[in-house]
C-alpha cells in the first residue's frame, strides 16, 4: 500500500509562483514515476507532469517553460515549481505515482490533493 500527501498550495496573485510537494510512503519511490494532475473547477481531469524514476519529464503543453516536475529520492519526495501562474492554472492538484504505464494513465496511486488559486 502506498500512501500520498500533496502539499504547498495556497492563494497566489497572476505571476506569482508555488511549489508543490508529495510525500510517499509505504513502498519504494524511486522505482516509480510520478506525475501530477489537476483539476479545475466544473472540467475534466488535466494531466501537467511526469517525471519517470529516470529523471525524464514531459508536460502539457500549456505549462511549458513555467513549471518544473523534479523529485528527491532521499526524501521519497515529489515537487512541481510553478512560476509565472495564470488564472487558468487554478485547481485541485493532485499527485499520482507507480510504474510508467498506471501513471500515464491515472492509474496508480493517489494523493488526496491542494488546492491552487491564482486570483488578484
Known amino acids: 500500500q502506498v500512501q500520498l500527501v500533496e502539499s504547498g498550495g495556497g492563494l497566489v496573485q497572476p505571476g506569482g509562483s508555488l511549489r508543490l510537494s508529495c510525500a510517499a510512503s509505504?513502498?519504494?519511490?524511486?522505482?516509480?514515476?510520478m506525475a501530477w494532475y489537476r483539476q479545475a473547477p466544473g472540467k475534466q481531469r488535466e494531466l501537467v507532469a511526469i517525471i519517470t524514476s529516470g529523471g525524464a519529464t514531459t508536460y502539457v503543453a500549456s505549462v511549458k517553460g513555467r513549471f518544473t516536475i523534479s523529485r528527491d529520492n532521499a526524501k521519497n519526495t515529489a515537487y512541481l515549481q510553478m512560476n509565472s501562474l495564470k488564472p487558468e492554472d487554478t485547481g485541485v492538484y493532485y499527485c499520482?505515482?507507480?510504474?510508467?504505464?498506471?501513471?500515464?494513465?491515472?492509474?496508480?496511486?493517489w494523493g488526496q490533493g491542494t488546492q491552487v488559486t491564482v486570483s488578484s
Open positions: 509505504g513502498s519504494i519511490f524511486s522505482r516509480y514515476s
Open positions: 499520482n505515482t507507480g510504474f510508467a504505464a498506471t501513471v500515464n494513465s491515472g492509474t496508480g496511486y
